[in-house]
C-alpha cells in the first residue's frame, strides 16, 4: 500500500523536485541506448525526440488530445508518414487510452457527463442495428467501427483529460500552437496559382485548422481592456487569417464571420477593433500575393446567382441524400448506406452535411437525437455566456465559438468521421458546464460555512 502511495504522489508530481526531469532524461537515454544501432543519425535523432514527446504526452495526456484533432492534416506529407511506421492517428489514440488509464491511477477527477450526452448510446445501438440491412456489411462495419472508436474518443476523452480550467487552458495553448504551426507551413505556397493546403495536400483541412485558431486567439482575446494589448495579441491573426484566405474555403471563413459578428454583440467595443483589423488586412492583403484560384473560390460566396451554383456538386449529394430519405425515414439505408446505394459509389461517399447523412443512413430518429445533442450544447454555452461573472468565462467564450464553427462546418463538409472535431466541440461545452457547477459547488459551502447561504444562491444567478 506504501508502495502504491509513493507512486502515486511520484505520478502527481508530489515527489522531490526535478524527478520529473529525469523520467524525462531517462526517456531520452533509453530510446538513445535502443536504438544505437539505428541505420541513419537522423532516424536515430527523431526516435530519441519521439521517446521524449511519448513520455511528456503520456504525463500529459491534454496535449495528446489537441494534437489528435490534427493530426489528419498532418500524417498525409509524405516525409512525416516516413518517419514514423504506425499510422499517427492510432498512435495517438493509444496515447490517449493510456493517459487515461494513467489518470486514473493518479486519481485524477474524471468530470461528470450530463445525462443528455448519453443520447449517444441510443446513436450507437442503432447504428450497430443498422448493420443487420446496410447494403455493404464491411463497409458499414469499418465505419461503425471509426465512429465508436476514433470518433468516440474525441468525444468522451475530454471528460477524463480535462479535469480542471488549468488542464483545458494548457490544452487550448496546445491546440492553437499545432494549428499555428501548420498555417504557417501552408505559407510557403503564397505566391503560387494554386490554394493554399495543409501538409496533408488539403484546402478544406487547412481551412478548418485557420478558422478555429483565429476563433481561439480573438476569444481569448476579447476580456483585454487595453486596446493597445489586444492589438498587439491580434498581430498573431496574421497567419491564420492568411491561411484562411489562401485555402478558399468557404464554410470555415462563413463561420469565423459569423463567430466574430456575434462576439461584436456581447462586446460592443470590438466593433472598433473589428473596423481596424478589416482596414489593416486590406492594406496587408495585396502583400501577400494570395492565390487568385483562393480569392475566386471564396469570392464565390458572394458572387454566387443562384443555390446549385453556390453548392456545385455537393447539390447533386445532398438532393441525393434527400431522396433516399424519403424512400427510408424511419430506420434509413443503414450505416455506410448512402455510399452503396448510390450509381456512383466512387463520387457519391457522404452528402456534406453529417445532420442529412444521419438521417438518410439511420433515419428520422436518429436525426432527431443528433439535433437534440447539439440544440442542448447550444443552449448550454448561451446560458455560460449569459454569466459574464463565471471564472470560466473566456475558456466559455472559446468553446462557445468552437461550437458554432463546428455545426456550420458539418453543414457542408466531411461525414461523421471525418469531421470529428465538431463532436469534439460539443463535448467541450459540457465539460465546462461541470466546471461551473463545481465552482458553484464550492462558493455555496463557503457560503454555508458562514451561514450566508442565501445571498451567494442570488449573486451566482
Known amino acids: 500500500m506504501r508502495t502504491y502511495e509513493r507512486l502515486r504522489q511520484f505520478l502527481n508530481g508530489h515527489a522531490m523536485p526535478g524527478q520529473r526531469t529525469a523520467v524525462l532524461a531517462l526517456s531520452f537515454v533509453a530510446s538513445f541506448a535502443l536504438f544505437a544501432f539505428a541505420d541513419s543519425p537522423a532516424r536515430l535523432f527523431v526516435v530519441a525526440c519521439a521517446g521524449i514527446g511519448f513520455t511528456g504526452l503520456l504525463l500529459y495526456p491534454e496535449f495528446a488530445l489537441a494534437l489528435y484533432l490534427v493530426i489528419g492534416d498532418v500524417k498525409g506529407d509524405d516525409r512525416v508518414a516516413s518517419l514514423f511506421p504506425i499510422d499517427l492517428t492510432l498512435a495517438l489514440a493509444a496515447l ?11 486519481g485524477k477527477r474524471i468530470v461528470r457527463m450530463p445525462p443528455i450526452c448519453f443520447l449517444l448510446v441510443a446513436l450507437t445501438a442503432m447504428m450497430a442495428l443498422s448493420l443487420s440491412y446496410t447494403p455493404m456489411f464491411a463497409a458499414g462495419a469499418d465505419k461503425f467501427g471509426r ?7 474525441v468525444i468522451v476523452a475530454p471528460f477524463f483529460v480535462l479535469d480542471s480550467p488549468r488542464t483545458m487552458k494548457r490544452f487550448f495553448i ?5 494549428a499555428y504551426a501548420i498555417c504557417l507551413y501552408s505559407l510557403a ?52 487569417a492568411a491561411a484562411l484566405i489562401g485555402s478558399g474555403s468557404r464554410g470555415p471563413a462563413l463561420a469565423l464571420a459569423i463567430v466574430v459578428i456575434g462576439s461584436v454583440f456581447l462586446y460592443r467595443r470590438l466593433l472598433f477593433d473589428g473596423i481596424c483589423l478589416i482596414a489593416a488586412g486590406l492594406m496587408v492583403l495585396p502583400l501577400l500575393s494570395i492565390p487568385r484560384s483562393s480569392l475566386e473560390y471564396l469570392g464565390s460566396l458572394v458572387a454566387g446567382s443562384t443555390a446549385n451554383a453556390l453548392l456545385d ?17 424511419f430506420i434509413g439505408t ?3 448506406g448512402f455510399r452503396y446505394s448510390s450509381p456512383n459509389p466512387g463520387a457519391y461517399k457522404w452528402p ?12 428520422i430518429p436518429a436525426a432527431l437525437l443528433v439535433t437534440t445533442l447539439f440544440a442542448g450544447a447550444l443552449r448550454e454555452s448561451w446560458r455560460q455566456l449569459l454569466d459574464r461573472r463565471s471564472p470560466e468565462f473566456v475558456l466559455s467564450m472559446i468553446a462557445a465559438a468552437l461550437l458554432v464553427i463546428g455545426i456550420v462546418n458539418a453543414l457542408n463538409t466531411g461525414d461523421i468521421n471525418s469531421d470529428r472535431s465538431t463532436w469534439f466541440f460539443m463535448s467541450l461545452v459540457f465539460v465546462i458546464r461541470a466546471y461551473c457547477a463545481s465552482h458553484t459547488e464550492r462558493l455555496n459551502f463557503a457560503w454555508e460555512e458562514t451561514g450566508a447561504a442565501a445571498p451567494l444562491a442570488e449573486q451566482v444567478e
Do not use: M
Open 96 to 106: 490517449l487510452i493510456a493517459g487515461i488509464l494513467l489518470n486514473s491511477l493518479r
Open 147 to 153: 465512429f465508436l472508436v476514433l470518433t468516440g474518443i
Open 174 to 178: 496546445g491546440f492553437a500552437a499545432a
Open 189 to 240: 505556397r503564397l505566391g503560387g496559382s494554386e490554394r493554399l493546403v495543409s501538409p496533408s495536400d488539403n484546402t478544406i483541412g487547412l481551412g478548418h485548422v485557420a478558422c478555429a485558431c483565429c476563433a481561439v486567439i480573438w476569444c481569448a482575446t476579447i476580456p483585454q481592456k487595453s486596446f493597445v494589448k489586444r492589438l498587439l495579441t491580434y498581430s498573431l491573426l496574421l497567419v491564420p
Open 313 to 329: 456538386f455537393r447539390g447533386e449529394l445532398l438532393n441525393f441524400g434527400y431522396r433516399l430519405l424519403q424512400q427510408h425515414p
Open 334 to 336: 443503414g450505416i455506410g
Open 352 to 363: 456534406h452535411n453529417i445532420f442529412l447523412e444521419i438521417a438518410c443512413e439511420l433515419g
